[in-house]
């Protein structure tokens, strides 16, 4: 079984991305073959700025293989540097109709927030979103592609893209199966909404222990006095936020305390920022030595683009010689 997911390097990751999808991720590398990716390309839908693209990209790398990520046990790499997928994209976004692209929710959302009549801005890359994820997937011969909920669309446009492609010119790709990641899908931001750069809510993995300390202290909470019972202690945000990276007797606990009256909020975020500190704390080391030696990480990637390009690109001849390119 060969398992495929990618993560976009559009800035600092955090809560959210570790728990909806890098642990979930790192955990898969046991069930099969692990094809894992920095999705650059992607990244060029909405970000601009092309150094910070460079930084975004190498603070992926960092984090994901600080965070537990194998390059032993799976492929990893740098999307851009697999140049067949690009080519493979053209390929797939002859068979794919316009119609297709139109329904799917990146496009329609970036466009219902433009307003009628500034559709013409949305760029190429966004409307044709769903043509490189396919490429992405297809480009590999993926079994299996873990999604969050907002992204299973994609992966059906995926399957009905493979599926003409096949019926046009024969058996060409393998169907890939959604695994959609179901637990920590919506981790709940600094504001209650899901957590999310583009709320600016967000508690970043790595993220400075001053700055980080002050985010979560400032987690805005009701004016009930301690020694009130909170018969809805599980809805508090913080004991959400603390089942997530305290030991959980430890977050039954809080929640318990903070239930029956007598715990402070001020005390009840103490606790999350230290439980959040522990966590992260072999991580952040690892991440640390990793900085320093960035030769070896540059390698790593490398060697994992030369393994995945030698899959990517048998995946493309079949393809040109079943559509007559070859």
Known sequence: MRILTGIQPSGALHLGNYFGAMRPAIELQQEGEAFYFIANYHSMTSLTDAQLRRQYTLDVALDFLACGLNPAKCVFWVQSD???VAELAWLLSTVTPMGLLERCHSFKDKAAKLGEGEIGSVNHGLFAYPVLMAADILAFDSNVVPVGKD?????????DIAGKFNQQYGQTFVIPEPRIRE???AVPGLDGQKMSKSYSNTIEIFGEEKATRKKIMGIVM?????AEPKPDADKN???QLLKLVAPANVAADFEHRLRAGGLGYGDLKKALFEHYWQHFAAARTRRTELAANLDHVSQLLSTGAEQARAVATKVLDRAKRASGLK
């Open 82 to 84: 697999v140049p067949e």
């Open 151 to 159: 992204q299973k669309q994609h992966l059906e446009v995926t399957r």
């Open 183 to 185: 637990e920590g899908a």
């Open 222 to 226: 009701d004016s009930r006095p301690p």
């Open 237 to 239: 945000l913080a004991v």
